[in-house]
């Protein structure tokens, strides 16, 4: 996600020291476990929060896989400017910080820098997922296949129900399938 992540790690660490939107004032905790093995894999970014470090980025994806070291590697794909747009990629690792549920990671793009990543809802499938963290101020609608109208209205919905102020979610142009 554009570096969906790319920047979280410096905006988490700031984000408590400088003003701005909150999204959720009380955001929630991790509604369910993850399966690690399960959310692994390829999602496309539905709509998310934006945010100075995903300015101009359309078709977002970020990809999960396990590393050699037993942390998660994390690779974000934005296109600049437009779905056809350059390609920019980042790429980070990603650590469990809940091992009771798994719904909580750190993440990192700059050295020792990390930025929380919850995963607050997904499908019992795993084919969509809600991503935040502590402070309200960060929001990401995720889904395993290029969103359909219908499938953002019910991330939107979910999101809404969790008590975010969906009128901040910026929508993610993706490529036609």
Same mark, same amino acid.
């Given at each position: 996600?554009?570096?969906?992540?790319?920047?979280?790690?410096?905006?988490?660490?700031?984000?408590?020291?400088?003003?701005?939107?909150?999204?959720?004032?009380?955001?929630?905790?991790?509604?369910?476990?993850?399966?690690?093995?399960?959310?692994?894999?390829?999602?496309?970014?539905?709509?998310?929060?934006?945010?100075?470090?995903?300015?101009?980025?359309?078709?977002?994806?970020?990809?999960?896989? $396990?590393? @050699?070291?037993?942390?998660? *590697?994390?690779?974000? +794909?934005? #296109?600049?400017? !437009?779905?056809?747009?350059?390609?920019?990629?980042?790429?980070?690792?990603?650590?469990?910080?809940?091992?009771?549920?798994?719904?909580?990671?750190?993440?990192?793009?700059?050295?020792?820098?990390?930025?929380?990543?919850?995963?607050?809802?997904?499908?019992?499938?795993?084919?969509?997922?809600?991503?935040?963290?502590?402070?309200?101020?960060?929001?990401?609608?995720?889904?395993? $296949?290029? @969103?359909?109208?219908?499938? *953002?209205?019910?991330? +939107?919905? #979910?999101?809404? !129900?969790?008590?975010?102020?969906?009128?901040?979610?910026?929508?993610?142009?993706?490529?036609?399938?």
């Amino acid at each position: 996600m554009k570096f969906v992540l790319a920047m979280v790690g410096v905006a988490f660490s700031l984000g408590a020291c400088v003003a701005g939107p909150v999204g959720n004032p009380s955001p929630p905790q991790p509604a369910k476990a993850v399966t690690l093995d399960r959310y692994l894999g390829k999602w496309y970014e539905v709509a998310r929060y934006d945010m100075r470090f995903e300015k101009g980025c359309e078709g977002v994806t970020a990809e999960y896989s $396990k590393r @050699p070291d037993g942390l998660i *590697r994390v690779l974000n +794909t934005c #296109r600049q400017g !437009a779905v056809d747009g350059p390609i920019k990629t980042s790429e980070g690792k990603a650590k469990v910080v809940d091992a009771a549920t798994n719904a909580k990671l750190k993440v990192s793009f700059f050295g020792p820098f990390y930025g929380d990543y919850w995963v607050l809802d997904h499908g019992d499938d795993y084919d969509w997922s809600i991503v935040g963290e502590g402070s309200g101020r960060y929001l990401w609608l995720l889904s395993r $296949k290029l @969103p359909t109208d219908a499938d *953002r209205a019910a991330l +939107t919905a #979910r999101a809404k !129900a969790l008590g975010y102020d969906v009128g901040m979610l910026r929508p993610t142009k993706q490529p036609a399938p």
